[in-house]
Every structure is written in C-alpha cells, then in structure tokens.
C-alpha cells in the first residue's frame, strides 16, 4: 500500500475599432489615424482601459504616454499599447515566478458519499481528515487524503443532496496515486469489490508498473509504483485541446514549471508534467493532448482545482493577461480574512486561488469555525 515519507458623442472608439497598416492605426472604414488626428484624452483613456494590469503591477501608463508621446510622428497609440502591455506581462512574470503556490486539493461531486469514503479508505488508504454537513445549502462535503490539508494535496468530495450520478463526461483523465506495490494494491481492491480497467504492468514505451481502477462513482485511478514518497496523491489529469497553450497559460499565470514532456505517435497523444516542484514529492498536472482534438465534453462531475497564493488580487490579473478568464473577482470571503479568486484556463477548466494562509499564518492559531466557513465558501 502507500508508505509516506514526513514532510462627444456617447458612443466612444475602442482601440478595436482601428487597425494598424505599416504602423499608423486607420478605421475598419480605411481612414488614416496619425497621432496627429488622436486627440492626447482619447489617448490616455483607450489606454488605461485597454491594459489596467498595468497600473497594479506598479506601472502608470502616463509615463508610457509621456515617452511616446514626446516623439511626434511616431505610431504612438500603437506604440504605447504594444509597450505597456509587454511591460505588464514582464512585470506580472516576475510576480508570479516569487508568489509561494502549492497544490491544495481537488474538487470533485459524488453521488453516495459514505460509499466513496468508504472505497478510499479502506482500498487505497487515505485518511478522513473532516467532514461537514450544510443542510441550509443541502451539500455535505468531506476532505481525505494521506496527511494533514496544510503540507498535503488532498481530495474534497462534494455530495448534493438527492444528486446520486454526475456525467464525468470525456474531459478528465484520471488521478494517480503512488504506491509500493501496485500488484497488491489492485489485488486488495479486487477483494473489495473494486473495478479494474487495467491489470498491473510496465507502461507502454516504459519500465513503469501502472494499473488502473475505477471508484464507485466512476472516476479513474492510475496506480504508479514508487517507492515511499511524501505525497501519494501525485497527479491530476485533464485533456486539453492544444497543448502549447495550455503549457504557456499555466507556465505565466500559475508560475507552474513544466517537468517534462512526452509524445506518444503511436497511440496519437502528447502529455506536459506541471507543478510546482519535481513530480516524486509533489502533486502535479497532466495535461494531455490527443492529436486532432480540439474539444472535449466537461459533464458536471470534476469540479476544480485549489492553489494557494499570496496575493489573489495579482493574480487574478495574471490569470487576465495571459489568456485566463475570471469567474469571481478576487476580495475576502464574508466574516473571514481570507480572500480568493475563480477562474478558467483556455479550455475551460476552473481552478480557484485563495490567499495561502497555510503558508503565512502556518504557526498561528486558526479556530475550526473559520477554517470551516473557509471551505464551505470554495468548495461548492
């Protein structure tokens, strides 16, 4: 099983509304805008609605405007545009690349929540850390995982009452979980009752011994044989409609490094390891792209992934610039200090970021009703 290891007119021109020919913006209609023609207000508010990342990450766009601004003749709109946007993107790396982050836990819906728990415990060894029931709201959830929340990745099954099926549909992959010996592990399942969809064995094009199960609910596991490691719970896998996107997005906008990557021609289908340290002792993402798919059916089963930041409010302008779309605006949970942000990557998978108190207030007293108000405002 797994052993772990301690650890004037009302109607105003956006900048979309011109294009740029050989440097000198013109209208959709082929009218030339020189600088000459821009009058500096329309100038100064195109540009501070068109990049306000820039004034968070500490740059003022009227200095921009005055430096382009004081060579008359140049392509200035274009110029200051194209300069403060890469300022901001340059400004927000830097950011990101410090943030502390970590891999908090995986949400996820199921339609017998003592059966689930029940499987996981007893065939692959997690522990209930809490559990916690919202009859106002009819959702129940409960934390498992191999270790405490706050220095592991952990699971949060979320049951809604009267919901006994979810549609996973074809988006998700699976989750992996390292094991000493996944021969025994999966002979232990079989015992249970558990379904495997594939016996133990060297990975294809690998020395790697893998298996597969299902749980109750029908979510897919990966059982890896390691040896003992600090976190079990290793990965999450998402299908992804093109890779180099995806990899970029989550390089720049949640500082994740890419471990390494794998093509398949074979079987038609590339993967990128991402996290944030090396994949023997940390959880990480797998992201997978099948050649020629593009589009995938999310059903509304998985749910999302929690990171933990420093600072939702920058990064959620992070997440802005580089190709993400914010699905809450970040500030602080009602009654509670803690604050966070929800968002989506560029195919539509949510995560949510909240401020990594774990990190920052790791040896101060944090009562149990706060920590449970906490969860019951970003697992839902």
């Known amino acids: 099983m797994v052993r772990i290891i301690p650890m004037a007119s009302s109607i105003r021109p956006s900048l979309s509304s011109f294009r740029f020919s050989g440097g000198v913006p013109s209208t959709r209609f082929g009218v030339s805008l020189s600088p000459f ?24 766009a009227s200095k921009l405007l005055r430096a382009e601004g004081s060579r008359v003749g140049t392509p200035l709109v274009g110029n200051v545009v194209q300069a403060s946007t890469a300022a901001a993107e340059e400004t927000a790396l830097e950011w990101v690349k410090k943030d502390k982050r970590r891999m908090l836990h995986v949400v996820y819906r199921v339609g017998d929540l003592d059966r689930t728990i029940k499987f996981y415990t007893e065939c692959l060894g997690m522990k209930l850390l809490r559990k916690r029931d919202i009859p106002e709201e009819r959702y129940t959830n409960a934390f498992l995982g191999y270790g405490p929340e706050d220095s592991h990745f ?4 979320t049951y809604n009452y009267g919901i006994d099926k ?3 549909g074809t988006a ?13 592990t999966v002979e232990l399942i079989k015992a249970k009752g558990g379904k495997v969809t594939r016996e133990p064995g060297p990975v294809k094009g690998g020395s790697t011994v893998i298996a597969f199960i299902e ?7 990966e059982l890896l044989e390691r040896g003992p490691t600090p976190e079990p719970l290793c990965q999450v896998m998402l299908r992804v409609g093109d890779l180099g996107r995806s990899i970029n997005f989550y390089e720049k906008a949640f500082g994740m490094e890419l471990l390494r990557t794998r093509d398949n021609p074979e079987y038609k289908y590339t993967i990128a390891m991402m996290g944030y ?8 993402l797998e ?8 589009d995938y059916d999310k059903g509304n089963a998985y749910a999302q992934i929690a990171i933990g930041t420093d600072d939702v409010y920058k990064t959620a302008e992070a997440v802005k610039l580089f190709g993400g779309k914010i699905t809450r605006e970040p500030g602080p949970l009602p009654g509670i200090n803690t604050k966070i942000t929800a968002c989506l990557d560029p195919d539509g998978w949510k995560t949510v970021c909240l401020f990594s108190f774990w990190g920052q207030i790791h040896h101060l ?13 970003i697992n839902i």
């Open 37 to 60: 023609h821009l009058p500096r207000r329309l100038l100064f508010s195109h540009l501070g609605s068109t990049v306000p990342q820039l004034q968070f990450f500490g740059l003022k």
């Open 154 to 157: 952990v699971i949060e099954l």
């Open 166 to 168: 979810y549609d996973i």
């Open 172 to 184: 998700f992959g699976h989750f992996g979980i390292a094991v000493e010996d996944v021969a025994k």
């Open 215 to 221: 749980d109750p609910d029908g979510y897919k596991f």
């Open 277 to 284: 340290g090396p994949e023997d002792k940390n959880a990480v």
């Open 287 to 294: 992201l997978t792209y099948n050649y020629g798919v593009t």
């Open 365 to 377: 007293f944090l009562s149990w009703r706060t920590f449970e108000t906490l969860s019951g405002f």
